[in-house]
Nanobody, 128 residues
Framework: QLQLVESGGGLVQPGGSLRLSCASS????????VGWLRQAPGKEREGVSC????????DYADSVKGRFTISRDNAKNTVYLQMNSLKPEDTAVYYC?????????????????????WGQGTPVAVSS
C-alpha cells in the first residue's frame, strides 16, 4: 500500500521541542516535494512548511519561521519537521503530504501543491 506515515507527535510543555517524521511506505520519496500541514480544532488546515524534492528549497509559514526546521533524508525516504520553542497555538494535528515534483526547484509557503499522498496525521498538543 502506498502511503505516508507520520510519527513523533505528543504532548509537550510550552517552550519544548518535538521532531515529527514522515516516512513513505511502498514508494520512493525521491522526486516528491513534501509539505507539512496542520489543522487545529475549529480552524482550517494551513501549510506549515515544505521542502523541494532535492531538499534545496524550503519555506515556512510566518507563524513558525525561526522555530521550525524541515529536512529530508532521501536515503531513508523520510522527511522531518523539527519544532522548537513550541507555543500553545501550535496545537494541531500535523499531516505530511507528498507531491510529485521532480523538476520544481523552489517551494513557497503556504505550500499549496497538488499532493498525491497524505499521511494519517499525528497530534501535537502544547500545554502546561
Amino acid at each position: 500500500q502506498l502511503q505516508l506515515v507520520e510519527s513523533g507527535g505528543g504532548l509537550v510543555q510550552p517552550g519544548g521541542s518535538l521532531r515529527l517524521s514522515c516516512a513513505s511506505s511502498g514508494f520512493i520519496l525521491d522526486g516528491y516535494a513534501v509539505g507539512w500541514l496542520r489543522q487545529a480544532p475549529g480552524k482550517e488546515r494551513e501549510g506549515v512548511s515544505c521542502i523541494s524534492s532535492s531538499g534545496g528549497s524550503t519555506d515556512y509559514a510566518d507563524s513558525v519561521k525561526g522555530r521550525f526546521t524541515i529536512s529530508r533524508d532521501n536515503a531513508k525516504n523520510t522527511v522531518y519537521l523539527q519544532m522548537n520553542s513550541l507555543k500553545p497555538e501550535d496545537t494541531a494535528v500535523y499531516y505530511c503530504a507528498a507531491a510529485w515534483a521532480p523538476y520544481i526547484t523552489t517551494v513557497q509557503a503556504p505550500c499549496d501543491m497538488s499532493y498525491d499522498y497524505w499521511g494519517q496525521g499525528t497530534p501535537v498538543a502544547v500545554s502546561s
